[in-house]
Each structure stands twice: as C-alpha cells, then as structure tokens.
C-alpha cells in the first residue's frame, strides 16, 4: 500500500519559516519524481514545487519562487519543502503527490499525479 505522509506545518507568523516533510512508503521512490501543492478556502489546488527522481531537476511556481526550495533524501524516502519569508498568502493545506516519471522531467499538473498524501496546514499569521 502505497502511503505519502505530510509533516511539519503549523502556525508561523510572517516572514518566519518552516519546513515541511515528505515521507513516502509502498512505492520505488526513486522512480517517482515528487511535488508539492497548496490549496487555499475557495481557491484551486495550485502547484508549489517539484523535484525529479534524480534531483537533478527542480521547478517551482512563480508564486514560490526565491523563496522555497525543495529536495528529496532518496535514502530515507523523503522530500523537503523548506519554505522561507513566509507571507499570509501561504496559508493553505500543503499537499505532496508522486509520479511515476522515466525521465528527470518535473509534471506540474495536479490530476497526473499517480499518488497523494493527507495534507498537513500551514498558516501564516500577520
């Protein structure tokens, strides 16, 4: 069974910072590459950041940009989302998916993801 576990959010003020977590089991992690997505009340789930299987590749919405950085330990089966200079519009649920992905190229489309995790709050407070 294939499982992805979101932790590390919680509550930040503005311009702190927090790390989010990523771990992953049941699958060949390092066949997948791994995104991170945020949806806010009321708005569409929006994509954040991704890193392909080999890390040789990362991309990130022009939201995030600067700001967040993303990485993967293909040891210990897990993604970072260090996000910094965090402002009120970060508040979401932070969501992580996988994709099965051959090729070092990152997928930024929600509804292709093959797997996703419960999602864990960030909030952002002015």
């Known amino acids: 069974q294939v499982q992805l576990v979101e932790s590390g959010g919680g509550l930040v003020q503005a311009g702190g910072s927090l790390r989010l977590s990523c771990t992953t089991s049941?699958?060949?992690?390092?066949?997948?590459?791994i995104n991170w997505f945020r949806q806010a009340p009321g708005k569409e789930r929006e994509f954040v950041a991704g890193?392909?299987?080999?890390?040789?590749?990362?991309r990130y919405g022009d939201s995030v940009k600067g700001r967040f950085s993303i990485s993967r330990d293909n040891v210990k089966n897990t993604v970072y989302l260090q996000m910094n200079s965090l402002g009120s519009e970060d508040t979401a649920v932070y969501y992580c998916?996988?994709?099965?992905?051959?090729?070092?190229?990152?997928?930024?489309?929600?509804?292709?993801?093959?797997?996703w995790g419960q999602g864990t709050q960030v909030t952002v407070s002015s």
């Open positions: 049941g699958l060949t992690f390092s066949r997948y590459s």
């Open positions: 998916a996988a994709k099965a992905t051959p090729l070092s190229g990152i997928d930024p489309t929600p509804n292709r993801m093959n797997y």
């Open positions: 890193i392909s299987w080999s890390a040789t590749s990362t």
